[in-house]
């Protein structure tokens, strides 16, 4: 069974793109599909953590509107973020499904059940995924995890 669901932000949650205007105010894009899965796997009882390399009021503002109670940024090192959030929450690797599209990623996506690459993540990253997703990041890759997850979780009860 798959307990939790954790997924990078910038290139799998949003296309990877973002606008800055003269104020410095941060504007992203997330899609809405990509939300409805997140707060079906909510209502299972998975628990969803947004793991952002970078800081963006952005993230903590989507997260707190779809009710992800964990919403971590600006980690420079995520396997060892992940780590101690398994250990606290007694969760094993073998139960995490882990999304990300970049270089930090990478050793995330290699410990976790199942290490998904959406289809627009760099190279590297999808020689080590378990799996690529059709869509792109902010795109709905996102909500293809989710419905997985919903599916194998139905599978393993």
């Given amino acids: ?14 296309d990877g793109g973002f606008y800055l205007d003269g104020n410095g105010t941060e504007f992203k894009k997330f899609n809405v599909q990509d939300g409805y899965g997140i707060v079906s796997l909510i209502k299972t009882g998975v628990d969803v953590v947004f793991l952002s390399g970078r800081y963006s009021k ?9 009710k992800v109670t964990h919403c971590v940024n600006g980690v420079e090192d995520k396997l060892n973020f992940l780590k101690k959030y398994l250990e606290k929450e007694k969760i094993l690797f073998d139960e995490v499904l882990y999304i990300g599209d970049d270089i930090p990623d990478i050793e995330c996506i290699k410990y976790s059940k199942f290490g998904v690459a959406p289809s627009n993540a760099v190279k590297d990253v999808k020689l080590i995924a378990d799996w690529i997703t059709v869509a792109t990041g902010g795109n709905g890759a996102v909500r293809e995890c989710c419905d997985f997850i919903l599916n194998y979780n139905k599978g393993t009860e």
């Fill in 58 to 66: 952005s993230t903590e503002q989507r997260a707190q509107e779809l």
């Fill in 1 to 14: 069974m798959i307990k939790l669901f954790v997924l990078d932000v910038d290139g799998t949650l949003t």
